[in-house]
Structure formats: structure tokens, C-alpha cells
Nanobody, 123 residues
Framework: VQLQASGGGLVQAGGSLRLSCAASGRRFSSYGMGWFRQAPGKEREFVAGISWSGGFTHYLDSVKGRFTISRDNAKNTVYLQMNSLKPEDTAVYYC?????????????????WGKGTLVTVSS
């Protein structure tokens, strides 16, 4: 599967962005999906994950209540709605797919990665 993330940009603190990740190939609904991010000088970290059906989601503690992950299997797309953005959310955001129906929150648990999209939050 190939993944293409989009929707990044520059936003002021307190603003919102919605990231999209379009997947090519068949059987998108068979994958657990996740969003990760990497800030300058830091390691890549898990942000949010969603099960194959969308029935289970999990989040990094610092984004709970602000970010929402969702998916549309008919459109082969996973989304990350980001509200109340903070400067510390600035990072390159990556989407990833896992053969596990319920993805873990680890980098090693993901099987496919897309190129990232940059999110910059100004104070």
C-alpha cells in the first residue's frame, strides 16, 4: 500500500487543521492506521491510531481531547482533525499502516509509511 499525507500548513496557536492520508492499493479496510510526528531534533512519536473498522482509537496523552482520528474505508482515507493547536504540536506528521487490525503505538509495529506533511504552529 502507498500512503500520501496532505493538509499540513502554518496555523496560529489555537487554530485547527485537518490532515488527510490517502491510500492506494486494495484492502485498505484490512489495515490498522496511525499518525506519527517528528519535531525538529526529536524522535518520531505516536500521535493517534485507529482500528480497521474505526471502532477503536487511541491517542498520545498530550493530544487527547484536541485531536481526532477517523477513517473512511470507502474513500481509502484516514484523517487527523487537530484542534486547539499549540506550538509544541509543530512537527512533520506521517501516516502509517499496519497489518494489525488494531495498530500499536510503536514505530516498529507499522508496516508502511507515507511521506510526511509539515505542520507549523506559531505562537
Amino acid at each position: 500500500v502507498q500512503l500520501q499525507a496532505s493538509g499540513g500548513g502554518l496555523v496560529q496557536a489555537g487554530g485547527s487543521l485537518r490532515l488527510s492520508c490517502a491510500a492506494s492499493g486494495r484492502r485498505f479496510s484490512s489495515y490498522g492506521m496511525g499518525w506519527f510526528r517528528q519535531a525538529p531534533g526529536k524522535e518520531r512519536e505516536f500521535v493517534a491510531g485507529i482500528s480497521w473498522s474505526g471502532g477503536f482509537t487511541h491517542y498520545l496523552d498530550s493530544v487527547k481531547g484536541r485531536f481526532t482520528i477517523s477513517r473512511d474505508n470507502a474513500k481509502n482515507t484516514v484523517y487527523l482533525q487537530m484542534n486547539s493547536l499549540k506550538p509544541e504540536d509543530t512537527a512533520v506528521y506521517y501516516c502509517a499502516a499496519s497489518w494489525a487490525l488494531v495498530p500499536t503505538n510503536t514505530i516498529s509495529g507499522m508496516d508502511y509509511w507515507g511521506k510526511g506533511t509539515l505542520v507549523t504552529v506559531s505562537s
